[in-house]
């Protein structure tokens, strides 16, 4: 069954429809090295060129976020949790949400450190009722969605609970990206 896919790179917007071969797209991407996304649409967030489509591979590794709407999955398999409002900084982006933990995890919760904050988490984290912000060629961008997965390994900062208010344009950064590393095999390769 085919699945609609909004993933962000360090410079793309990518969307399209992959074959969804487990329970959730969440478990699935955190199970695979890369997927396939048949007649993606790119779009760069650099320059604002006119978007292309194209077959294209994508490593998940770099993937940054990925949009989700749909079910969360199977209800006998949800674990109690509790819930941090968390607003993470992955280089160009910023993501909100609410971040849900183990009961009784708060050993590193007050750290700013994303890397002790996630530690032992998949590498695409959950964000719920989330919303994610950027710059779209210097036009401030934002979306909301129901779960962002963030990819932990490119998180550079972390707030959660009270420090996780405000307004995140402020907080985007206007870093140089390195443009076409992430995103242009268009499955030529072997």
Not at 115 to 140: F, M, S
Request: aromatic share 4%; hydrophobic share 45%.
């Amino acid at each position: 069954m085919p699945v609609e896919l909004i993933a962000f790179t360090a410079d793309c917007r990518i969307r399209g429809a992959i074959p969804l071969a487990d329970d959730r797209l969440s478990d699935m991407l955190n199970s695979v090295a890369r997927v396939v996304i048949r007649g993606a649409v790119i779009e760069d967030l650099v320059d604002g060129a006119p978007p292309e489509t194209a077959d294209l591979t994508l490593p998940v590794g770099s993937i940054v976020a990925v949009l989700v709407s749909g079910r969360r999955g199977v209800d006998s398999r949800r674990r109690r949790t509790e819930v941090h409002r968390a607003r993470i900084g992955l280089a160009r982006f910023v993501v909100s949400g609410s971040l849900h933990v183990p009961p009784g995890a708060v050993a590193h919760l007050g750290s700013g450190d994303p890397g002790l904050v996630l530690a032992g988490r998949d590498i695409l984290v959950p964000l719920t009722e989330a919303t994610i912000t950027y710059d779209k060629a210097d036009d401030p961008t934002t979306e909301q969605y129901e779960t962002i997965l963030v990819n932990r390994a490119h998180a550079t900062w972390i707030d959660l609970d009270d420090a996780a208010g405000g307004d995140d344009a402020d907080l985007v950064e206007r870093q140089p990206v390195y443009h076409a590393a992430m995103a242009k095999d268009f499955t030529r390769a072997t």
